[in-house]
């Protein structure tokens, strides 16, 4: 049998990407499809008084206007459930607004030029409310939740961090601050409905098909069976399409009432609001250590925001439970129910904002105590889980930052900030740590053999432009027997086997697991001579007990070099270096794209990120890719991703991790700490921009 | 975007008299435009297209001038040999705009014309002088970081983004038009932009319906030129502060001659003249560099998020003269 899973294989959907052939929901051939707009509110807190949508109406080529006052009934709002992206999600149902750019009517015409038109024209007069937008300011809205997100405890203690804190050789007590962030995927939230007889379909850019069918049936109560969801291509999630947004309601509503297809598009500039965002931080984290470096107490605290609209808590502390050995302890997330946009996962909710606090105060310690920030970190790495006591499935730390080291030359690294000047540039060196929890969920994989040599792969699974399409394949084949090409791989709709879709990176894990036992089950049966033409399988996977027994994450080490403007503060990447252990690879280039595409949006949280919040409006002010800056070509040099051979037998029968987040984890952190160490500038308050950097400089 | 008419312009005296139409505007490369129309901060009812009108060509005049069509992309415009070696500058600040598509479709006139990137006056929810004259400055106590710290007004701070008009500050490019009340004219750079005061609307002192044709760029003054430009990413970001200098010294290494011209700070393309004048003289030098930067700030007022610019700007002036004054003491 011929190794082809971890083969760096190209993706296999990727010619048809590249010539068009693959169909995005906006793009899906419809029968005469009609286009709907959606107006947005611009208060963000209040109701609506008056709705005048008589110039809508007029407009030549109008078919459909709906505001609170007539749209359809819908299943209303349930506060809390098991999957939160099932819940139903009434669109235009009340004339309370809850945050500024909320739905408030939908236009449906001939065109979608004529749409936008007529929703431009809307007028709506609002009874403005006093909202509370400000994180920092929340008064009694700040809360204290039990839970985060994930179901973890919000807090944690063990020992005394107060009095480590007074009898440490050295402290840090700081306080760091991550700004609002937007997804912007390239494809914007986009669906195109249509109704065959009493069957609705919805092609929509969704990453959970399974949680989305239930979502859009219920809202529109209608039985599940008489519901297909389609998403076989989407143009980015990154977490800002695990729920369900209006576009997809109101087209099938819209399309039901006109009886022809409907196809609803965010704009840009409304995906700001309407969607998702990551909520701002704020993070105290306090560590005391000896003089050799032993930490004696690692406090985390954070406070982010929540909507009122919504249950929302980023667990922006819960891994730096795990990550370094100290005998006092304290993490605490906190929450601030704000009338803001709802806040929601974003590539590594927690970790990603949380590392960029926590990791930077490390390289602070280093600093006080005059040590090498790696030999730090070797310090400190706990035998088990610091505050579980269960050991890790496997943790590879140590391996990183030490092959890390190597590879980029760290010794070479002059610890005096502001030492190595090379022309106009200070250049500086940083690292920092990653660590990403590793989840399993439940799913299910069908295969078939559609002749003697080839097979049909069948998951409601979604690839998000992760690579999920080819490394299906790859365990397909490998497993089966047969060449790459022999697979097909039909993923995206709601009819395919049950899978927990793509999110929290167990994707690739917890459904390449299930189609692991499925193609094993049909081998087995093979082998007996059954089939083969027409054989099939059903395979599963679901997290067994050790998840319980053993804590499983993934890790990784990041080295950056940059250069900072001596004369103006501008901080440009030069080179930067992961080295992760992520269990089993998959497919080793679409692992390291992956990898480098979270590092590159490390590096973006670290310079170049943020969603400034007016906070006079409640409403976000970049709304659009030439304001709201993510790394362009010329910010990103020279990247590279390496990844340890590592088999986690706890995790899952594939002996992988996800590694769609693990990248981000912690990668802002290293450039953070790269600037340090270039130009003394301690920037606490990402990004890290001109303005920020140049009181450090003399 | 509101419905429009639509039509090909076939020459220079057809696109100028159907302007006449009303809401009429001309359209070029479309970058700007037909954005601020998705969002309906632009409404014209009717478009006229001048991107085919035979303006296209960059070419010398007998009295040394290069004359530069309104249509000249910024690609061409950058890469035209005539370019680089006199006016170097120019060069310069035009590939430090926009990215390379944008640049391959914007057009001399257009970029001369280009609207703030304010995002007040972006967002037609919010008040804005600009886009509706008396409704009030959202920018002023908002999120300010881009804007302008010379030349605002209490009604309008919003920053002239471009940055080839910049360097045409510096350069005392001449505008030449076609129609307007007087059938056509030459309007001095420096006479060609307005301070916003309390009609922040009105941003040239073009008339309606008048046509640039082309840019006129008087033979360079001696000295050695470059353009500087501070920015949050290494492309595709406006600037910060962008710093448009010459500098020409003596054998004595004494200031003779100095052009310096700012973007990012002004509320239009921002000529320094005091700091010019006050370097003639002067030993070059960081104490004759930093003074002139003081005093091509001396006016600035912060706003909260831009208050960086102003030390920001001072330190670039400083530091680009600087390197001018390297560069010609190596040769
Ligand atoms: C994302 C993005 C980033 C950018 N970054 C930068 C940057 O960093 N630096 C920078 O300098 N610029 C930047 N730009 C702006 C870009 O330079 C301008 O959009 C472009 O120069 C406008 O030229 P155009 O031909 O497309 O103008 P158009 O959009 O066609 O027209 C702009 C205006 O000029 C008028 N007009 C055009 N030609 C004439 C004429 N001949 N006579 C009279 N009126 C005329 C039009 O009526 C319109 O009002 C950026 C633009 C975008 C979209």
Redesign the pocket.
């Known amino acids: 049998m011929a190794t082809v899973i971890g083969m760096p294989i190209d993706r296999i959907d990727g010619p048809a990407k590249v010539t068009g052939k693959a169909i995005y929901a906006a793009d899906v051939g419809a029968d005469k499809p009609v286009f709907g707009a959606i107006a947005t509110a611009t208060i963000a807190y209040g109701s609506i008084k008056s709705i005048d949508a008589s110039e809508a109406r007029r407009q030549p080529g109008v078919l459909l206007v709906w505001t609170h006052e007539n749209a359809p009934a819908q299943a209303p709002w349930v506060p809390k459930a098991e999957d939160p992206f099932a819940r139903p999600k009434p669109q235009l149902d009340s004339k309370k607004i809850q945050y500024y750019g909320q739905p408030v009517a939908l236009v449906v015409a001939t065109t979608f030029e004529a749409a936008r038109e007529a929703a431009a024209l809307i007028d709506v007069t609002y009874e403005k409310g006093e909202g509370v937008f400000d994180l920092e300011n929340a008064g009694k809205d700040t809360k204290t939740p039990k839970q985060d997100n994930v179901g973890k405890p919000a807090a944690s203690k063990v020992g005394d961090v107060d009095m480590a804190m007074r009898t440490g050789f050295v402290s840090v007590d700081e306080t760091y601050k991550t700004p609002y962030q937007n997804h912007n995927q390239m494809e914007p939230h986009a669906s195109t409905a249509i109704w065959d007889g009493d069957k609705l379909t919805v092609h929509c850019a969704v990453q959970l098909v399974e949680s989305a069918h239930a979502c859009i049936a219920t809202t529109l109560k209608l039985p599940p069976e008489k519901v297909e969801i389609v998403a076989e291509f989407i143009g980015g999630g990154f977490g800002g399409k695990l729920p369900v947004y209006g576009d997809a309601i109101l087209a099938g509503l819209a399309a039901r009432e006109l009886k022809r297809p409907v196809r609803v598009v965010l704009t840009r500039q409304q995906m700001a609001h309407v969607t998702t965002h990551r909520g701002a931080s704020v993070q105290r984290v306090r560590l005391a250590a000896q003089r050799d470096g032993t930490l004696t107490a690692i406090a985390h605290e954070s406070l982010a925001q929540t909507a009122r609209a919504d249950d929302f808590v980023e667990p922006i502390v819960a891994s730096t439970r795990s990550l370094y050995a100290a005998p006092n302890r304290f993490t605490q997330q906190r929450t601030a129910v704000l009338d803001l946009p709802i806040p929601g996962s974003m590539r590594a909710p927690g970790e990603a904002i949380g590392l960029l606090a926590l990791e930077q105060a490390i390289d602070e310690l280093a600093v006080k105590l005059d040590m090498d920030p790696i030999a730090l970190r070797l310090k400190n790495e706990p035998k088990d889980d610091p505050e579980k006591h269960i050991p890790f499935s496997t943790r590879n730390l140590v391996a990183c930052l030490q092959q890390g080291a190597d590879r980029f030359g760290w010794n070479k690294r002059n610890p005096k900030p502001g030492a190595n000047r090379q022309g106009q540039w200070l250049v500086g060196m940083g690292v920092a740590a990653a660590i990403r929890g590793n989840f399993l969920r439940k799913a299910e994989a069908k295969v078939t053999m559609t002749s003697a040599k080839t097979a049909t792969v069948e998951m409601d699974m979604t690839d998000i432009g992760t690579g999920s399409y080819t490394i299906f394949a790859q365990i397909a084949a490998e497993t089966l027997d047969i060449p790459v090409e022999a697979v097909t791989v039909k993923l995206g709709h709601s009819s395919y086997p049950d899978t927990p879709g793509s999110g929290g990176s167990f994707g690739a894990s917890s459904c390449g697991a299930a189609l692991l036992d499925a193609c094993q089950k049909l081998k087995a049966r093979l082998d007996k001579g059954e089939g083969p033409q027409g054989l099939t399988a059903m395979g599963k996977a679901a997290p067994g007990d050790d998840y319980k027994k053993y804590a499983q994450f993934a890790y990784g080490a990041h080295f950056a070099e940059v250069g900072v403007d001596a004369d103006t503060g501008e901080v440009r990447l030069r080179r930067m270096l992961g080295v992760f252990d992520a269990g089993r690879i998959l497919n080793a280039k679409t692992a390291r794209s992956q990898l480098i595409g979270g590092m590159i949006w490390g590096v973006s949280s670290a310079l170049y990120e943020e969603q400034p919040l007016d906070l006079r409006f409640g409403s976000f002010m970049s709304v659009d890719l ?1 304001n709201y800056h993510v790394p362009v070509h010329a910010d990103i040099p020279s990247v590279e991703a390496a990844t340890l051979k590592e088999f986690d037998r706890h995790a899952n029968a594939l002996g992988s991790k996800g590694v769609g987040e693990l990248g981000i984890c912690g990668a802002g952190a290293a450039v953070a700490n790269a600037v340090y160490n270039a130009c003394g500038a301690r920037v606490r308050e990402y990004p890290i921009t001109v303005d920020k950097i140049l009181p450090a400089l003399s | 975007m509101k419905a429009f008419t639509f039509e090909r312009a076939t020459d220079v005296d057809a696109a100028v008299a159907s302007s006449a139409k009303p809401g009429a ?11 601020l129309m998705k969002v309906e901060v632009e409404k014209p009812a009717h478009l006229i297209d ?1 991107s085919r009108l035979p303006l296209r060509d960059i070419a010398e005049t007998p009295e040394g001038d290069l004359t530069v069509g ?1 249509l000249v992309s ?1 690609t061409d415009l950058a890469a035209h040999p005539k370019v680089r070696e006199r006016y170097p500058m120019l060069a310069r600040a035009v590939v430090n ?2 990215s390379a598509q ?1 640049r391959n ?3 001399t ?3 001369l ?2 609207r703030t990137r304010c995002p007040y006056f972006y967002d037609v929810a919010k008040s804005c002088n600009k886009r509706t004259p008396g409704a009030g400055c959202s920018a002023l106590q908002g999120i300010n970081r881009m804007t302008a710290v010379l030349g605002g007004s209490d009604a309008c701070i919003a920053a002239h ?4 008009a910049v360097a045409l500050m510096a350069l005392e490019a001449t505008i030449e038009t076609k129609g307007g009340s007087k059938g056509g004219r030459k309007i001095a750079i420096a006479d060609f932009y307005r301070l916003p005061g309390d009609t922040p609307h009105r941003e040239t002192n073009l008339e309606p319906g008048e ?2 044709v082309s840019v006129a760029l008087p033979p360079p003054p001696a000295g050695q030129q470059t353009y500087r430009k501070v920015r949050d990413r290494a492309s ?3 600037a910060l502060v962008s710093v448009a200098a010459i500098l020409d010294l003596d054998a004595d290494k004494r200031v003779r001659g100095a052009r310096l011209a700012l973007g990012g700070v002004g509320t239009m393309p921002w000529r320094a003249l005091d700091a010019e004048k006050g370097m003639v003289g002067a030993e070059a030098g960081d104490k004759a560099f930093a003074a002139a930067g003081a005093v091509a700030m001396a006016g600035a007022r912060g706003r909260g998020g831009n208050d960086f610019k102003i030390p920001l700007a001072k330190r670039v002036v400083a530091r680009t003269f600087a390197g001018l004054a390297t560069s010609i003491s190596k040769g």
């Open positions: 030439a | 505007r001309f359209i070029a490369g479309g970058t700007n435009l037909l954005d001048i309104a910024n705009g926009a944008l479709q914007a057009t006139g257009g970029n014309l280009q983004p471009s940055d080839m046509l640039i595709y970001a406006f």
